[in-house]
T-cell receptor, first 115, second 114 residues
Framework: AQTVTQSQPEMSVQEAETVTLSCTYD???????LFWYKQPPSRQMILVIR??????QNATENRFSVNFQKAAKSFSLKISDSQLGDAAMYFC????????????FGQGTRLTINP | KAGVTQTPRYLIKTRGQQVTLSCSPI?????VSWYQQTPGQGLQFLFE???????NKGNFPGRFSGRQFSNSRSEMNVSTLELGDSALYLC?????????????FGEGSRLTVL
């Protein structure tokens, strides 16, 4: 079974600074997808960024980018120019490339932005 | 376009009762999946439905069940509630199944079991 580990329960960063959230995963599959989701307080979870395992190039979405190291099974999220609206729980998630929409989530990292 | 709608948003039940939660996916989305979120266990996959068929099921007891209707709306049911069933239940929809398409989540139904 696949597992996802986020070793940082909480992180904080000054507004406008850069922060990196860590995620490692374990799988025996060669083809899969990795995601970062953001869950603001009392609001719904939204997709931040997605990475296909077969792509070597790291995904980027505006201020959000990932460092995908397939051999090391590592998938970190970098947030540049942090904004107050980035404060949320961030979840790393894994999905097999075979069929179902089953996501395996990490335990989450609570990100605080200090003004 | 309306997002994923979950009802009720909050509910309180007592042990032994049963509960039904509803999820209306985004219009045109045919895949619906359910997740349980608790402080201790985190986010855990319950089941996924596509075209009224259960495609996958997580590691939950048989007290947890679900179904999907022809209009893609889905319901999940928990019978003989236990204190440990207290959780935020999240529904997510996507356009199709079997692809890494984006999952759109609802705001959840927060269940408290007393």
């Amino acid at each position: 079974a696949q597992t996802v580990t986020q070793s940082q329960p909480e992180m904080s960063v000054q507004e406008a600074e850069t922060v990196t959230l860590s995620c490692t995963y374990d799988t025996s599959e060669s083809d899969y997808y990795l995601f970062w989701y953001k869950q603001p307080p009392s609001r719904q979870m939204i997709l931040v960024i997605r990475q296909e395992a077969y792509k070597q190039q790291n995904a980027t979405e505006n201020r959000f980018s990932v460092n995908f190291q397939k051999a090391a099974k590592s998938f970190s999220l970098k947030i540049s120019d942090s904004q107050l609206g980035d404060a949320a729980m961030y979840f790393c998630a894994y999905r097999s490339a075979e069929g179902a929409q089953k996501l395996v989530f990490g335990q989450g990292t609570r990100l605080t932005i200090n003004p | 376009k309306a997002g994923v709608t979950q009802t009720p948003r909050y509910l309180i039940k007592t042990r032994g009762q049963q509960v039904t939660l509803s999820c209306s996916p985004i219009s045109g989305h045919r895949s619906v999946s359910w997740y349980q979120q608790t402080p201790g266990q985190g986010l855990q996959f319950l089941f996924e439905y596509f075209s009224e068929t259960q495609r996958n099921k997580g590691n939950f007891p048989g007290r947890f069940s679900g179904r999907q209707f022809s209009n893609s709306r889905s319901e999940m049911n928990v019978s003989t509630l236990e204190l440990g069933d207290s959780a935020l239940y999240l529904c997510a929809s996507s356009l199709v199944a079997g692809e890494a398409g984006e999952l759109f989540f609802g705001e959840g139904s927060r269940l408290t079991v007393l």
